[in-house]
């Protein structure tokens, strides 16, 4: 039986380059001579993006467009497209042409091989040097704080089937962060190197800021590490504040007279509020979190659907 595959395309801003994307994919999927669909999942573009993919939708009904009411971030749109992906395998991947769709093959290959999850990883990034620096920065961060066990050179570029969809589909948490959720559900899982290319036009909407964000989003939500910390320097500032007071007691039982010393007792106290208050911080974000958990809002909303049944 001809399985039929999804691929689940997140878009924002991409007017240069959607149409060349478009060519290569039905290319490569016409040659594999697959049963297939494209879900795009524009989120929130203001461009002729949304226009271009309509285009190529009238002349081929396997594309097809989930266009959310505004921007929701990467993380709800790729939500959005598994939700609304019918294939027995969802192929996730970006627009830009950086993972080349001359892959497709070899992922279905390996998935065939009885795998629930294949990540793509890259040989050598293409990119600028100082988006490699970013980039190692993000990943050491995500490993060093959240545990999480992430393959080294993570490309976007990954396929699974559709019992692991539905495990994804039942996570509906509202900080989330894809690669962390990929990993709790586990299931078996494997690797294939693939050849990164330039990307073929325009810029990355995700620069470092938006990196760093996700990657204290994915601490705050798959670690307790911030308050481990907060606890224990906690401890460590009450041993110091000990040993501070009884090497007082001892100096004044030798009758040492000491000036008085208003500046340095302003300026501990203004220290200690400092981390006081970052420690409260770190509890309110957790606090936050859980707030915005109970209000159990909707992933996402999307504003019309092009190919799809409501």
């Known amino acids: 039986m001809n399985k039929k595959l999804s691929l689940v395309v997140p878009v924002y801003f991409e007017e240069e380059v959607i149409s060349r994307f478009i060519f290569e994919v039905t290319e490569e999927l016409n040659v594999l001579k697959s049963n297939y669909e494209i879900v795009f999942i524009d989120d929130g573009s203001t461009d002729k993006t949304v226009d271009i993919i309509k285009e190529h939708a009238k002349s081929n009904l396997n594309i097809k467009l989930i266009e959310l009411s505004y921007n929701h971030g990467k993380q709800a749109a790729l939500t959005a497209g598994i939700t609304y992906a019918s294939g027995d395998y969802l192929l996730y991947m970006d627009?830009?042409?950086?993972?080349?769709?001359?892959?497709?093959?070899?992922?279905?290959?390996?998935?065939?091989?009885g795998f629930d999850l294949v990540f793509g990883v890259?040989?050598?990034?293409?990119?600028s040097f100082i988006n490699k620096i970013f980039s190692k920065i993000f990943w050491g961060v995500l490993r060093k704080f959240t545990g999480l066990q992430l393959p080294k050179g993570l490309a976007v570029m990954r396929i699974f089937n559709r019992k692991f969809a539905s495990k994804f589909l039942e996570y509906?948490?509202?900080?989330?962060?894809?690669?962390g959720i990929f990993m709790h559900i586990g299931m078996k899982q494997s690797t294939i190197e693939i050849e990164q290319r330039e990307r073929y036009a325009g810029t990355s909407k995700f620069n470092f800021k938006k990196k760093m964000e996700l990657a204290f989003n994915a601490i705050f939500d798959f670690s307790e590490l911030p308050l481990k910390l907060a606890v224990k320097l906690g401890?460590?500032?009450?041993?110091?504040?000990i040993l501070v007071l009884l090497t007082i007691i001892v100096l004044?039982?030798?009758?040492?007279?000491?000036?008085?010393?208003?500046?340095?007792i302003i300026g501990a106290l203004i220290i200690a509020t400092g981390i006081q208050l970052f420690f409260i911080g770190i509890a309110a974000l957790y606090i936050g979190?859980?707030?915005?958990?109970s209000k159990a809002r909707p992933l996402f909303s999307f504003k019309e659907l092009t190919n799809l049944d409501q």
């Open 289 to 293: 979190k859980v707030y915005k958990e």
């Open 122 to 127: 890259r040989k050598e990034k293409k990119d």
């Open 235 to 241: 401890l460590v500032f009450i041993g110091i504040g």
């Open 95 to 113: 627009p830009d042409l950086q993972d080349p769709p001359k892959e497709i093959s070899r992922f279905l290959i390996e998935i065939n091989k």
């Open 252 to 264: 004044k039982l030798y009758m040492i007279d000491f000036q008085s010393g208003w500046p340095s």
């Open 172 to 179: 509906q948490e509202q900080n989330r962060f894809i690669e």
